[in-house]
């Protein structure tokens, strides 16, 4: 995603927006890829090419997570919502006993996100 600032003519809204990298086609991102990987030992150039295409297909990867979940929900579905339970119950305690500013919508957003791997 592309951060900017804008502003608006006589209203003076500076901020951030948030631009979403557009999807790549499936042959771009598969079969068209040329790789040519860096020498060993040069951890600059991996770093680089690992975080250019990290940016570059950034959708492509969204997307791929986002099927894998819901996939693996879909044949675990009881797995997956017992550990969607347990995690809101035990967030939304230890949110009721540190007295924070997050309330049991960030604990449910947490505990879909972290249901999957946590129940297998």
Known sequence: AV???QSTGNLSMEGPRVEIAPFR?????????T????????CGRWYNRVK??????????????IF???CYSAMNLQ????G?????????????????QYGPATAIAIAIGVASPATD
């Not at 086609?25 to 890829?33: E, K, L, P």
């Not at 250019?52 to 997570?65: A, E, M, V």
């Not at 797995?79 to 017992?82: A, D, I, K, S």
Request: no cysteine; hydrophobic share 50%; charged share 10%.
């Open 3 to 5: 951060v900017s600032t």
């Open 25 to 33: 086609t499936v042959a771009d991102f598969v079969s068209d890829a």
């Open 35 to 42: 790789f040519t990987s860096p020498a060993v030992g040069d």
């Open 52 to 65: 250019q295409n990290l940016l570059y297909y950034q959708t492509n990867y969204f997307l791929i997570f």
């Open 68 to 70: 894998i979940t819901v």
């Open 79 to 82: 797995r997956y919502l017992t």
């Open 84 to 100: 969607m339970v347990i995690l809101t119950l035990l967030l939304g305690a230890i949110s009721l006993r540190e007295r924070t």
